[in-house]
């Protein structure tokens, strides 16, 4: 039976090895890679069958990674592997698109079991956290609204709070200085901001970055 083909995000080095040492035996490591941007790259290229992501990733965070792996191949898995345990935080990873959620504190089995669950077709949420999660899942009132902002405007927004430039940013994204701007000024009509320091206050409680 051929192993179960894995891809694996985590911008830190000694997590990726770890995993990969201790995967290596029951999966079929296709590929590690240390950002969002670079994992949505490496699906496309690599076809795995279970992405195995962390959530907090420079560039391009594992919520707006998954939200376009999704998008571009649907039936990848995802199992997102991650420290943050905030039920709201696990929903909203399982709304994105993913299929599991499992905490770096749990034993490197129960990431091998969220694998197994997931690639036939369960959800798969660590069970130290399971009955908080689906209460989120099941009072829609519970969960923080999210402002409408487009996809590409999370991909700035997230830049923004990791203290890039404009000039930066559109290189990161490929597109001109001026579009850079236009998505920055948007953004803060929708979000009510006045300066940038108010976008990235945004930027930290959307979790697009870390405090």
Known sequence: MAKTKVLLADDHAIVSQGL???LQESCELVGSVRDGRALVAAVSELKPDVVVTDISMPGLNGLEAIRQIKRLRPHTKIVALTMHSEPTLVAEALRAGASGYVLKSSAVEELERAIQEVILGRTYVTSLIAKDVFAVLMDSSAATPEPQLTARQREVLQLIG?????????AALN???????????DMM?????????????HAVRLRLVSQ
């Open 162 to 170: 990791e203290g890039r430039t404009m000039k930066e940013i559109a």
């Open 189 to 201: 009509q929708a979000l009510g901001c006045k300066t940038t320091a108010d976008l990235i206050r």
């Open 20 to 22: 990969e040492a201790l």
């Open 175 to 185: 597109i001109s200085p001026r579009t850079a701007e236009s998505h920055k000024y």
